[in-house]
């Protein structure tokens, strides 16, 4: 169960329950009683009498049923006890079935405590003390026509106890370096980590393994036990093995990709697609997207993607020179387009699915996007099979595209989208833009402190805002700048390094800082932040004309004071920073990231 006890699993109508459960219980797998204890555990609930409704409505159907007092205090429905192999594919057949929630999982009962079904169990789950408590099924009655005696019955080995911190560490230490890995694909998988999978048990595996324990309802100690480890990687396995992944290679179209094969299996060529069409009704179809031609055939592309009924005209949209997205949702589709033009390639994918299958897509795309590769020099040829005059101009046609006079950048100041930037970014400017596309009007110029703020023409919600730290700062501090260093050419901003010189201009200007650093044109009007992620002040453009030309690593910043003491006058308030101490270098970068915005004019 992904969110497990974080929060109360979606419920299934209890007649609804009975009708769907019944029409397919035969098709089943019938579980058998194994030596060995494995639970499917299908719901958690916060209360006593909430759970026995559920396990009434459940045991109606799976004799199996059985109901645990759980540690965390809830009250876990689970079916079994199963062999572990047994376990795992009655969790795939049953999810596969939709007869049980989507987040369940398997588990070796070490989180349970007293007993509450089957009805009049005889267990307290409510007096019992917080130990484990693993059910045993009931042995066969004997046969009186036997003669011979019957053999002992071997005793059932005590649970093996959970570890301590000190043996999780150790344990975790003798980890190989594929076995790291594995945990942290496994973590990704269930949206919990999104770093590389590196091997390397950093701050962000740590942080990542702590959510999941207390998703679990496990103290979240950041170091996961052996037994928590073997939890994670075998329901993460187990949903890889439902959904059939496998490295599909397409020499033709020049793509190396990772496929879920028991949902799609290959149809047709169609230049410049390549169609998997949907496999034991999953409702999905993948296209892979190949083809050779420049940045007008690019965009063209994108403009065609956008007629197809399968990606409605409702969605998110994005595209840079490089690289594109579209997402079209509707009341019946939610489907994902992707492609990038480099070296005289377009290629990319579509996936075209529908809203009931969201989670399972989610996942689906993230192994998708992590796999896809374009590989060697080659494209689907055009010519594999005919398309018509009208059908080839509207794929391959080429667009006239305008280019902005020049682009610097900004970042976000409010909720709302309101961007801070250079009043130099806006001037004498017939259009300005945000990431390319939203356009935007100056609501504040003002030249003598160089500072200017732009309002989005549609709400926005950016992904990050800006957190002003006004105390006074430390000289030689080290700070980082976050801009389009080189202009529109990047889809994102990047982090140039330095410190911070001298708290005045170099005549003691106030409200100024003075930087050790080497930007580019394009940095200008980014927010220059400290080891926290708090923003100090805005990087302002080089000095233009002059007599005196300053030396390379020399740079001046808007302090953080004198923006908000100016925005203020014009009715803007800042937020301001509490954070404390350093964060790690991919915290801070994706702060960074998620706050600065990509400023042009246009003529």
Partial sequence: MIPALRARAPQIPLAALFALLALTLLALPRPAIAQQQIWVQIEALPTLDEAEDR??????????????????GWYGIVLGPYGRDEALAQLAGLKRERLIPADSYVTDGAEFRGQFWPAGADTDPEALPDEPMIAVPSPEPTVPEVTEPE???????????????????ASEAALSEDDRKLLQTALGWYGYYAGAIDGAIGPGTRKSMAAWQEAMGLEPTGTLTSRQRATLVAN??????????????????????????????????????????????????????????????FFGLYDLLQTLEDLPETGERS??????????????RDSLAWARFEGGFIKGWMVLSTPAHAERDARMIQVLKQSFRAVGDTALDPGLVPLDDAARRGLLAGLDVRQPKFSRSGFYISAEGAVLTTAEAVAQCGRITLDREIEAKVTLADAASGLAVLMPERALAPAGVAQFQIAPDRIGAEVAVAGYSYEDRLPAPVLTWGTLEELTGLNGEPGMKRLGLTPLPGDAGGPVIDASGAVLGMLLPAPKGGAQQLPQGVAFAAAAAAIAERLQAGGIALQTSDRQGALPPEDLSHIATDMTVLVSCWE
Avoid at 56 to 65: H, I, K, M, N, S
Avoid at 319 to 332: L, Q, V
């Fill in 55 to 72: 396990a009434r409505a459940y045991a109606g159907v799976f004799p199996e049923t059985q109901g645990f007092r759980l540690r965390s």
């Fill in 151 to 169: 053999p002992e019955p071997v005793a059932e080995p005590a649970p093996e106890p959970e570890e301590s911190l000190q043996e999780a560490r």
């Fill in 236 to 297: 993460y396995q187990a949903e890889i093995d439902e959904y059939g992944f496998a490295n599909v290679s397409e020499p033709e179209a020049g793509i190396d990709v990772t496929l879920p094969l028991n949902l799609v299996e290959f149809d047709r060529y169609e230049p410049p697609f390549v169609h998997f069409k949907a496999k034991n009704g999953s409702d999905l179809q993948i296209v892979l997207i190949s083809q050779p031609g420049d940045q007008g055939s």
């Fill in 319 to 332: 595209r840079g020179d490089k690289e594109f997205s579209i997402h079209g949702t509707s009341a019946n």
